[in-house]
């Protein structure tokens, strides 16, 4: 009866309209699904087939270096060799392998590294580190070698996402089991969609009452991150869920894991959106995927899913542990971990590296670098040609500097705490006192580390490269000037024994008058040459400067290399021309490196895909000063950091022998340098307000705290003393004269002479008589035969007597020729200083030290 009624129901019109629907229906959904399978697979062959990802350019930093002697164990070294790219088997398109035997591990490059194949090497540790270096090729020992340069960063493109592509592989499996215990558990069990835990949403979210559970799997992330936009809308999600099955049925399940690893956003550091989790680990923990913690993997995959709410861990801890401890519980629950690792992880700190000045990324440096780049090649290629840039960043020195600006930066902020309240009361602009570093290696010119400002991702502004007044630690160069005088055969002839008179004084230029002060408005009295730099005294240095004349100082620090923009006025000696902290440093280089000045490079080689070298830069260097000058120029520079303005480096703890000049004219400056290093440090406002602080307590301790790090590295540790080279002769004179010392001096010090410059007479003011000069001798030829004047010595007094003033400098002498004859040393000397309190000659205000 039943059977009659069906068929005559399906036999009638009625029945067949409705068998019609259904037939409909299904073609339609057969039809659509069709549809959608072709349309998806078109648009997964132009996504994930081939190259998925773009060839971005890669920058590196400069090769490493192992030495015999090194206290490093074979596990950090392997540990290297990861994060620059090495495996320990051999796979395409890695840097190289490696290979762990006992106590010895092999290293072999391939093509696509930065030895090109080259540079196969044997390394054995004894117990307390590396024991022996081989080449592989012929068993040769070395003393050290190179290793492959670290991938600083990926070039990113105007949409400032960074990204660092990891394999499957390449992941640990902490941080694999982090994800599935936080987004899907049953990821490598299930299909497209995981059925039980729609049911269990859907289960949840009725019971509930709201829409507190996802059910999307990782592969309906993939699809939706690869394919669709973010808008929540069930059209979407029936997408998702049908493209989710065509890549389930193409990829294998680590390869769409791979995929997820690589593209989930894991929020903005700095200025920089971070995409997977390659990046992300270098980004908040400064190291390599290979290296991370259960604690930190359960801190990014917890991430996930409010990705901006996480991203500044820094600001605001309690939320980086709640979505730690909420990861590691879940892992303990789903028996990834035990209950002993998840409470060891929850009450470990996560230590994460700086949002601003992260030394891993280097991002002034960076931005510098593809600056220089854009200059030669388009944004679109260095998006998509791979190019590989070997640059001249050390890490090790990066995080040096980076360590120092952190801990200098909270001091100075410590100082200006009152000031920032009360601008605060007062309704000004928020400002906050910015930082610059430049490390160089004075030999080469080969910037070795670089930081532009405190905080990249508030300002992107390369302070290293921004024009400020040096203030005081221009003074070297104007005493490398007079000291040159004795090398050229110029008057007058200036030592460290020279004395002028620090006292309040007034200078005549160009018809107007220009009064100095002294920083604290503290002046010395008679001084020497010697204490006018230890204690950056401001009237001594411009009267050194109008003694040998303005433009003297002018062309021997261009001579240096030092910028046209310096003009010769009394605001010269004080360094009142602005300079960038790349240009200090480049003109310092001539004092740590025997008066050779060596332009600054941060780009050793750029290189194409298949090896192919595009650019390279070699050091360029030139002789501009004699050694000797340069010497007693160290040598006045040395006391600033052992007995004057520079002693704060000391009282830090940093003990190797150095040479150094502070800053203050509306900013805090710090260069100085080792036998093999030199470093610049510059603090300041960025709207010019003064910072009213000593560079000495600003950025010298910036700069003390950088070099006690630096010099713990094996490529820096061997600082040597500075020695006298040859024509440099040492006497022992009075210092309240500048007179070779007599036995009745109750004073004395040993000094320093270019040889035919010493004094020739004994302290006047303890009994002493001129010594006679040898006929023909370089005095003698120096201020004219047959003379039967008694000529000044060289290196004693040059104080005035009077205060009278002079419209033009004294000496100054544009040619470099001599003084005429009839206006001998001592008639240059009297009356060059006056008194007055007036303006600078050339209308800018003087910096203060």
Known sequence: ????????????????????????????????????????????????????????????????????????????????????????????????????????????????????????????????????????????????????????????????????????????PVMVNAVLAAEDKRFFEHGALDVVRVFGAAFYDLTRNRKAQGASTIDMQVARTFFFTTKREWRRKMKEILMAAELDQRFSKRQIFELYANDIYLGNRGSFAIRGFGEGVQAYFGKDVREVSPGEAAFLAGMIRSPNRYSAPERHPDRAQEAR?????????????????????????????????????????????????????????????????????????????????????????????????????????????????????????????????????ESQLNHALAHRQPGSVFKPFVYAAAFDNAIEGVQPVVTPATTVDDIPSTFDFDGKEYTPDNYGQEFYGTVTVRDALIHSLNVATVKVAELIGYQRVVDVARQMGLGSNIKATPAVALGAYEMTPVDVAAGYTAFAANGVRSEPIFIRTVVTADGK???????????????????????????????????????????????????????????????????????????????????????????????????TQPMYRNTQPFTPPDGVMEATVDPQSGQLATASCPQTQNEYFVEGSQPTQYCQLHGGQAAESTPGSWLSRLFGKGDNSSPPAPGGSSNASTTEKQGQASGAQDDGEQPEKKKGFLGKVFGIFGGGNKKPADGSKPPQQ
């Open 613 to 711: 070298l595009v650019e390279s830069n070699a050091p360029q260097s030139r002789p501009v000063l004699d050694p000797r000058v340069v010497f007693l120029t160290t040598s006045l520079m040395e006391d600033v950091i052992n007995h004057g303005t520079g002693y704060p480096v000391r009282a830090l703890g940093f003990n190797a022998p150095a040479a150094g000049k502070t800053g203050t004219s509306r900013d805090g400056w710090f260069a100085g340098y080792t036998s093999n290093l030199l470093c610049v440090v510059w603090v300041g406002f960025d709207d010019n307000r003064n910072l009213s602080l000593a560079g000495g307590n600003t950025a010298a301790p910036i700069w003390g705290e950088f070099m006690k790090r630096a010099v």
């Open 325 to 457: 401890d909420r990861v590691l519980t879940q892992m303990a629950e789903d028996q990834y971990i035990t209950a002993d690792e998840e409470s060891k992880s929850k009450n470990t700190p996560l230590k994460f590296v700086s949002g601003g000045v992260s030394s891993s990324s280097s991002p002034y440096f960076v931005d510098m670098v593809k600056d220089h780049l854009l200059e030669k090649f388009s944004e679109s290629d260095l998006a998509g040609q791979s190019y590989r840039i070997y640059t001249t960043l050390d890490p090790n020195l990066q995080r040096a500097a980076t360590e120092a600006v952190q801990i200098g930066i909270q001091s100075v902020d410590k100082l200006l705490a009152r000031r920032y309240a009360a601008w605060k009361k007062q309704g000004q602009p928020a400002a906050q006192v910015q930082v610059a570093v430049v490390v160089l290696d004075p030999h080469t010119g080969e910037i070795r580390a670089l930081i532009g400002g405190r905080d990249y991702g």
């Open 1 to 172: 009866m039943r059977v009659r009624l069906l068929r005559g129901f399906w036999s009638s019109r009625f029945g067949l309209g409705v068998l019609g629907v259904i037939l409909a229906l299904l073609l339609a959904a057969t039809g659509t699904f069709a549809y959608y399978y072709i349309q998806f697979g078109r648009m997964i062959n132009e996504r994930l087939t081939g190259q998925i990802y773009q060839n971005t350019s890669r920058v590196y930093s400069a090769p490493g270096r192992i030495y015999v002697g090194q206290s490093l164990r074979a596990n950090d070294l392997a540990t290297y060799l990861l994060r620059a790219g090495y495996q320990e088997s051999s796979v395409d398109g890695s840097a190289g392998e490696f290979h762990v035997t006992g106590s010895t591990i092999e290293i072999q490059p391939s093509a696509d590294s930065y030895f090109q194949g080259n540079n196969a090497l044997r390394v054995t540790f004894s117990s307390v580190g590396i024991s022996r270096i081989a080449q592989l090729s012929d068993g040769q020992q070395r003393d050290f070698a190179e290793i492959e340069p670290e991938l600083i960063t990926n070039l990113f493109d105007s949409s400032r996402e960074k990204r660092r592509v990891v394999r499957f592989d390449d992941l640990p």
